[in-house]
């Protein structure tokens, strides 16, 4: 991502991009950080990678025993199931899916965890809710007014190189965001959803990004668009670092899907301890959807 672009993107999400955290934690642990990467490795003979946490879905990676996996969430899912990352032994592509508790051991002990100081200043974001689907009720080519009264009084308006924004403030998937339509001759020709909830532990915004990605290939195909970019290798070898990575611009995700008259791209990113969780979706048979 060239330095313009992340000025843009600052830019268009205004304060929603460059909240701070709303108050400091403190916490005493016993013996580590719960912020820190857990691992897991696959006991069985051999482990099925499902895409959802139900033996019936389909299997996406089968592992060896010894294998190691990165959980991408601290709770598991349906009582008995892990979300984790890995890379596949074919491709060396980063892939997530849902493993059997019994099936893996944890490399990492049990945390005791103390909180110090008061309970309403923590910032503790929820997992993505996928059960919670994001379905606006507008269309391409919609009117500002009428796209107003359907979603009501927007957050904030402007207008920018010929093109008209709303913005709004929307929950989606139990994630705080921001929601920008933008006209083009007052016609909706493009959305863009940022991410506004700031996370401590950056490889947070990486389990949402791989778990939003799973959910879209699970429902629409592997994406026409899917790539890894990493400006700067010095943490490549080392995912326990890739939050770390991300927030300084090393490190970029980017998938892509098309459907009928709809183009759809999700990107993680950042640079300056910043990350930016970006999904952008583009009317295709409209002139105006360009990028702005």
């Known amino acids: 991502m060239t330095d313009e672009r992340r000025k ?3 830019r268009i999400g205004g304060t929603a991009v460059r909240l701070p955290l709303a108050a400091a934690v403190i916490f005493l642990l016993v013996p580590g950080s719960p912020a820190s990467v857990k691992r897991l490795q696959v006991v069985a003979d051999r482990a099925d990678i499902y895409l959802d946490p139900d033996s019936r879905s389909p299997v996406i990676q089968t ?6 996996l990165t959980m ?8 008995s199931w892990y979300y984790v990352y890995f890379p596949s032994p074919e491709t060396g592509k980063t892939r997530a899916g849902y ?3 019994s099936f893996v051991r944890k490399l990492f002990p049990d945390l005791h965890v103390i909180q110090i100081g008061d309970e309403s200043e923590i910032v503790d974001p929820r997992e993505i809710n ?3 689907e994001f379905s606006p009720s507008v269309r391409w080519g919609m009117a500002k007014e009428k796209v107003i009264q359907t979603e009501g009084r927007p957050l904030h308006q402007e207008r920018s190189g010929g093109l008209e924004i709303l913005r709004y403030k929307r929950d989606i998937m139990d994630k705080m965001c921001l929601v920008e339509f933008v006209f083009s001759e007052n016609q909706l020709v493009k959305a863009y959803l940022y991410l506004m909830e700031k996370y401590a532990d950056k490889n947070r915004y990486i389990s949402d990004y791989l778990k939003l990605k799973n959910f879209l290939t699970g429902k629409f195909g592997e994406p026409g668009a899917d790539k890894i970019v ?3 290798p010095s943490y490549k070898d080392n995912s326990d670092r890739w939050g770390m990575a991300l927030s300084l611009g090393h490190l970029e995700f980017h998938s892509g899907w098309t459907f009928p008259g709809t183009e759809f791209l999700i990107t ?5 301890s910043e ?3 970006v999904a952008e979706a583009s009317g295709l048979n409209y002139k105006g959807s360009a990028s702005f």
């Open 275 to 277: 990350v930016f969780f």
């Open 8 to 10: 843009k993107e600052k």
């Open 63 to 68: 592992l060896e025993k010894g294998s190691i």
């Open 72 to 79: 991408a969430s601290a709770a598991k899912t349906r009582l």
């Open 130 to 132: 996928l059960d919670r």
């Open 268 to 272: 993680l990113a950042g640079g300056d």
């Open 230 to 232: 990493w400006q700067d």
């Open 99 to 101: 493993i059997l508790e």
